[in-house]
C-alpha cells in the first residue's frame, strides 16, 4: 500500500498558475482527421459537411477548439499533405463554402477552428512545381525549390545521401524538357512532395498570402506542419542517418517478450532524438519564419495562434519556436512518447514546465494524433506505452482492456496538467488502433517506400463508429470506408456511449467539465513527491493543481487518498475501505482537498 500523508500536500510549486487568457494557453484542441471523421455523402471518404453535422458532439465532450488536418485540393498522396492548391477545398471534402458553413457553426458553438497549414513542401502537382519542371535548370522556376545538380559523371548520383522520412533517399532526378536526364529535387517525405526553397522571398510572400486568404475567412490558427524542416543548413552536408518522424527508442511491435524484459533503458544509440537529428532539422534559420508570420497574425484581432509541428526531442531547443515573438504552441512529442514509467513521466513534465516555463509559454500536452499508433494500444502493448511504426496482424496484439484502462488514466493525468491538450479523434471513445488492416488497403506512403518494412499510420486512421447498428457504424450511409472499419468497434460507437457513466465519453466529458470548473489549464503544479510513501511509491504520481489532487497508481500496489479528500473523477472503480478511498493500479483520479 502507498499513502499520500498531508503534510507532503503543503509543498510548494514548481510552476506556478499562468494567465488566463488569450484562449490558447489553457484549450483543449480536438484533433479532427477530416477523411474519417464523418462522410455526408456517402463515398467513403469524410468531408466538411459531415463535420458540420457532428459539431453538436464536440461541444457536447466539451473541448474549446478543433485542429483540421488538411482538406486542400491534393492528389492525396500522403492524405492530403501533400498540397497542389493551398486556397481551394479538395472536391474529396467540398468546397469553400461548405469549409465557411463549418466554420460559421462551429464558431456559433464557441468552438475555434485550426488549420492545417503544409509550408515544408508542396504536392508535385502544385503549378509552381509544374512550372519548374518545364523550365531550366537555374530558371527562377527552379528556385522555388530546391533542386540541385547530381554528383558523378553526367551528374547520375544524388546531390548528397539523405534519406526520406518515409523511406528511400530523398532525392528524385526529372527528365529535362530536351529529354535528357536532369536535375535533382530534395523531397524530406515521398518524392511526390518536394521541399520548398525558403531561402527564397517570394515562397515567405506567398505563404504570407496563403495565411492571410484563412485568416481573412475567419480561421483562429494554424497547425504548422514540419515546422522544423523548412531551413536546411548551408551547403546541404551529407547526412545518411535513417530519418524517422517518430524517435526511434521505439520497439517493434513483434519484439518477443523476453527480448523486452528488463530492457527499460533505452540504448545510447537509439535514444529518442535519433531520426530527428541533421542537418534539415531544427535550424536557426527556421525561427524568422515564426517571427514574420506571428506579425502577421498580431494584424487581426481575436488572438489568432500558431501551432508548430516539430518533432524536436530537446525541450530547450522545442521552447524556441514558443518565445514571444513566434508561435504561441507547439506539439509537446517528448510528452507523446513518454514511457509508462513515473519516473520518467515526472521528468518529462518538470522539464516541459521548466522549458516552456522559462520563455513564458505553456506546454501543450498529447498523446495521439493521425502519425502514430493510438494510445490505447500502444499502452496495451508489451512493454506498455512503447511506439512501433504501426500493428499489423502477425505483430504481438495489444491487450484491448489493459491498454484502455491505462489509456484512460493516462488522459486523466494529462489533463490534470496546467497548460494546453490535444486529443484525436476517436480517443474520447476509447477507440483503439485497427491492428489486423490487410495490406491491400493500406495507402500510407512509408509502407510502400519501407516495402512494408514499416506497417505505417493507417490503423490510427480508420473512420470513427458513431451509432453501433448503422451501416460503416454511422460513419455515413451507405456503408462504404475508404478504410474497413474492424468487427468489434459497436462497443464504441459514440451513440452507445452517450450517458453511460462508465462510458469513456462520459469520462472525457466530466474530466472536460472539471478541468473548466477547477481551471486546471492555467494552474499550478506542485509534485506530491516526499508524500508517496510506500514500498511501491515508485509506481505512482501525484501533484497537485491548484484545489485538485491528481494521482496516477501506474502499475503498484493500491495508493490511498489522504482523509478528507473528495474525488472528483476516477479514470476506474475505486477501492474504498474503511473510510479509505484507495487508487488501485492503472488507474488515476482527481480529488478535492479540503
Ligand atoms: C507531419 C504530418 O503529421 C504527417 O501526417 C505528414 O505525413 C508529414 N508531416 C509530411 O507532411
Ligand atoms: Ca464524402
Not at 329 to 345: G, I, P, V
Not at 381 to 397: E, H, R, T
Not at 481 to 494: F, I, N
Not at 521 to 535: I, N, P
Request: proline share 7%.
Amino acid at each position: 500500500m502507498t499513502s499520500i500523508s498531508q503534510s507532503a500536500l503543503a509543498t510548494a510549486p514548481i510552476y506556478e498558475a499562468g494567465p488566463k487568457d488569450p484562449w490558447w494557453r489553457h484549450a483543449v484542441i480536438y484533433q479532427i482527421y477530416p477523411r474519417s471523421f464523418a462522410d455526408a455523402n456517402g463515398d467513403g471518404i469524410g468531408d466538411l459537411p459531415g463535420i458540420t453535422s457532428r459539431l453538436d458532439h464536440l461541444q457536447k465532450l466539451g473541448v474549446d477548439a478543433i485542429w483540421l488536418s488538411p482538406f486542400f485540393q491534393s492528389p492525396q498522396k500522403d492524405a492530403g499533405y501533400d498540397v497542389s492548391d493551398y486556397r481551394a477545398v479538395d472536391p474529396l471534402f467540398g468546397d469553400l463554402d461548405d469549409f465557411d458553413a463549418m466554420l460559421k457553426r462551429a464558431h456559433e458553438l464557441g468552438l475555434r477552428v485550426i488549420v492545417d497549414l503544409v509550408p515544408n513542401h508542396s504536392s508535385d502537382q502544385h503549378e509552381w512545381f509544374q512550372a519548374a519542371l518545364a523550365a531550366a535548370p537555374g530558371s527562377p522556376e527552379r528556385e522555388r525549390y530546391m533542386f540541385r545538380d547530381g554528383k558523378g559523371a553526367n551528374g547520375s548520383q544524388p546531390p548528397n545521401d539523405w534519406k526520406s522520412v518515409f523511406g528511400g533517399r530523398a532525392w528524385t532526378r526529372v527528365t529535362e524538357a530536351d529529354g535528357s536526364p536532369g536535375q535533382w529535387y530534395l523531397h524530406l517525405f515521398d518524392s511526390s512532395q518536394p521541399d520548398f526553397n525558403w531561402e527564397n522571398p517570394e515562397v515567405r510572400a506567398y505563404f504570407e498570402d496563403v495565411l492571410r486568404f484563412w485568416l481573412d475567412r475567419g480561421v483562429d490558427g494554424f497547425r504548422v506542419d514540419v515546422a522544423h524542416g523548412m531551413i536546411k543548413a548551408d551547403g546541404l552536408p551529407d547526412w545518411d542517418a535513417e530519418q524517422a518522424m517518430i524517435a526511434k527508442g521505439d520497439t517493434p511491435a513483434g519484439t518477443p517478450l523476453e527480448e523486452l524484459e528488463g530492457d527499460d533503458e533505452p540504448d545510447e544509440d537509439t535514444a529518442p532524438g535519433d531520426g530527428n537529428e541533421g542537418p534539415m532539422w531544427d535550424q536557426d534559420g527556421v525561427h524568422d519564419i515564426y517571427r514574420a508570420w506571428n506579425r502577421v497574425l498580431a494584424d487581426y484581432p481575436d488572438d489568432r495562434a500558431l501551432a508548430g509541428e516539430a518533432w524536436v526531442h530537446d525541450l530547450e531547443r522545442m521552447a524556441r519556436y514558443v518565445r514571444s515573438d513566434e508561435m504561441q504552441q507547439t506539439f509537446n512529442f517528448s510528452y507523446l512518447t513518454s514511457k509508462w514509467d513515473a519516473q520518467h513521466l515526472r521528468e518529462v513534465v518538470t522539464e516541459s514546465l521548466d522549458a516552456f516555463g522559462s520563455v513564458g509559454a505553456p506546454s501543450t500536452w498529447v498523446l495521439s494524433n493521425h502519425d502514430v499508433v493510438r494510445h490505447a494500444s500502444r499502452l496495451g502493448l508489451p512493454v506498455p506505452g512503447s511506439l512501433p511504426k504501426g500493428i499489423a496482424a502477425d505483430d504481438a496484439q495489444p491487450d484491448e482492456r489493459l491498454g484502455l484502462q491505462r489509456a484512460r488514466a493516462a488522459t486523466l493525468f494529462m489533463l490534470g496538467l496546467p497548460g494546453s491538450s490535444y486529443l484525436y479523434q476517436g480517443e474520447e471513445l476509447g477507440l483503439p488502433e485497427h491492428t489486423s488492416l490487410p495490406d491491400d488497403v493500406r495507402q500510407d506512403p512509408g509502407f510502400f517506400r519501407t516495402k512494408g518494412a514499416e506497417t505505417g499510420r493507417d490503423g490510427c486512421r480508420v473512420p470513427i463508429p458513431w451509432d453501433p447498428d448503422a451501416p460503416a457504424y454511422g460513419f455515413n450511409e451507405t456503408g462504404e470506408s475508404w478504410l474497413p472499419q474492424p468487427a468489434g468497434w459497436r462497443k464504441y460507437a459514440a451513440s452507445a456511449q452517450y450517458g453511460d457513466p462508465h462510458s469513456t465519453f462520459e469520462l472525457y466529458r466530466s474530466m472536460l467539465r472539471l478541468r473548466k470548473e477547477h481551471e486546471l489549464g492555467t494552474g499550478s503544479l506542485a509534485w506530491v513527491e516526499a508524500g508517496l510513501e510506500g514500498a511501491d511509491a515508485q509506481n505512482s504520481v501525484a501533484f497537485v493543481n491548484g484545489d485538485v489532487l491528481v494521482v496516477l497508481n501506474l502499475e503498484g500496489t493500491p495508493v490511498s487518498l489522504p482523509k478528507g479528500a473528495e474525488v472528483l473523477v476516477s479514470s476506474g472503480e475505486l477501492e474504498i475501505k474503511d473510510d479509505v478511498t484507495n487508487v488501485p493500479a492503472r488507474t488515476a483520479v482527481w480529488a478535492k482537498l479540503g
